[in-house]
């Protein structure tokens, strides 16, 4: 079955420190990986596709399909970088998207 | 542009009763997807409409219907709405042609059932 896992529903870092947000999934084939991040009071956001292989504000993702992970990073955070941030995936053929259940990113001063 | 849009922001239900949701998909998207987000819960997708037929489906009772209309636009209807329906629900928007399927999302629908 096709499945996405966030393993932390909480992640609080101080400003300036490194961090990562992991996301592990399941699927026999090749799948497309996203980040959403969820802004108070704001709608869902895509934040990174790992087939573009960008940097947004800082965050990077790599997709490391031997180990089926696809965690988000950014090397010093920044107080508004504290949100909700959801992994979600695309399988196949198949456009629905699968989520994860969210990590809530608190950055503190 | 203003994106996709959802109509209304908020409704207040009672069991048994039914309601219709409104989305306006973002502008030159064809496919839109509607997908249930309880309390502390990721999304979870309800179904797909593309060219005025439900493409693909979730999880879902029968109780959940759709729609996609000519403009693109969307609505989503529960019947004999049920205190766990209760959710966020929200529409997003895509271009089914297109090799990624990155999704647009509006601000949701927050519906209760008293």
């Known amino acids: 079955a096709q499945r996405v896992t966030q393993p932390e529903k909480l992640l609080s870092v101080f400003k300036g420190a490194p961090v990562e947000l992991k996301c592990n999934y399941s699927y026999s084939g090749s799948p497309e990986l996203f980040w959403y991040v969820q802004y108070s009071r704001q709608r869902l956001q895509l934040l990174l596709r790992h087939i573009s292989r960008e940097s947004i504000k800082g965050f990077t993702a790599d997709l490391n399909k031997g180990e089926t992970s696809f965690h988000l990073k950014k090397p010093f955070a920044q107080e508004e970088d504290s949100a909700m941030y959801y992994c979600?995936?695309?399988?196949?053929?198949?456009?629905?998207?699968?989520w994860g259940l969210g990590t809530s990113l608190a950055v503190n001063p | 542009d203003a994106g996709v849009t959802q109509s209304p922001t908020h409704l207040i239900k009672t069991r048994g009763q039914q309601v219709t949701l409104r989305c306006s998909p973002k502008?030159?998207?064809?496919?839109v997807s509607w997908y249930q987000q309880a309390l502390g819960q990721g999304p979870q997708f309800i179904f797909q409409y593309y060219e005025e037929e439900e493409r693909q489906r979730g999880n879902f009772p029968d109780r959940f219907s759709g729609h996609q209309f000519p403009n693109y636009s969307s609505e989503l209807n529960v019947n004999a709405l049920l205190l766990g329906d209760s959710a966020l629900y929200l529409c997003?928007?895509?271009?089914?042609?297109?090799?990624?399927?990155?999704?647009?999302f509006g601000p949701g629908t927050r519906l209760t059932v008293l």
């Open positions: 979600a995936l695309s399988a196949g053929n198949n456009r629905k998207l699968i």
């Open positions: 997003a928007s895509s271009l089914l042609l297109l090799a990624s399927n990155e999704q647009f």
């Open positions: 502008s030159g998207h064809d496919t």
